[in-house]
């Protein structure tokens, strides 16, 4: 689990959700993408054998970087990515037990909301942040006007259709998105490193440039 307080400003606030690795291939994509500046990767739950390639992600990286599991839906998933001492926990959802388990751990949580409701309480619960998920439910009418009932520090990261492009990012950066969960624009299950890494330095040019 993590021991220093999380800073988003510390940090590339693009989370690269790596769906679909392996545990032969999960180093080496997470090598690709650390190289390339990310500092928060997400192993999403419903990949094969996720949890053995968190734990292979933890014992390699240590606890420089922000590394855990996406798609985490119930207290007993939340605890057995703890214990193998992740220190990122995302969701889909928001589980108030989920979340509250994770802050306890030390993980540094980020809930799927779409709702005023749900972000509320997810912000009550104890949230990093919020994952605004599927953010193509909001678009950025729903995501402005959700974003001007939020406490104004409310870390907000859109995910679901996100490409690396100026047009698709700046729109929810200018309402008050920090950064963006990437997914399979990013990463897919048997892309090569090296369109990884272009991929990788695509959307931090894209993103760089949204300033």
């Known amino acids: 689990m ?31 993408l650390i190289e390339e500046g990310f500092t928060m990767i997400e192993v999403p739950l419903n990949s094969p054998d996720a949890l ?8 390699h990286f240590g606890s420089d970087f922000y590394i855990g599991a996406g798609t985490v839906t119930t207290p007993e998933l939340a605890q057995q990515v703890i214990d193998t001492g992740a220190n990122l926990v995302v969701t889909p959802n928001y589980h108030q037990e989920v979340v509250k388990m994770s802050v306890e751990a030390g993980c540094v949580t980020f809930p799927g909301v779409v709702t005023p409701t749900e972000a509320f309480a997810a912000l009550a619960a104890g949230a ?16 402005k006007a959700l ?9 907000c990261l859109p995910v679901g259709g996100i490409s690396p492009s100026v047009d698709s990012m700046k729109p929810y950066m200018e309402i008050g998105a920090q950064g963006f969960g990437l997914g399979a624009a990013l990463y897919k299950p048997g892309m090569a490193l090296e369109q990884i890494r272009g991929n990788a330095k695509a959307y931090i040019e894209a993103f760089k440039a949204c300033y």
Do not use: Y
Request: aromatic letters at 4%.
């Open 128 to 143: 990093t942040g919020l994952k605004l998920f599927p953010v193509t439910m909001l678009g950025t009418s729903g995501f």
């Open 52 to 59: 053995v390639s968190i734990k292979k992600l933890v014992d």
């Open 147 to 155: 974003k001007s009932v939020l406490p104004p520090d409310t870390i």
């Open 2 to 32: 993590t021991t220093k307080p999380f800073n988003l400003a510390d940090n590339l606030p693009l989370v690269a959700i790596i769906r679909g690795v392996t545990p032969s291939d999960v180093v080496d994509v997470a090598q690709v």
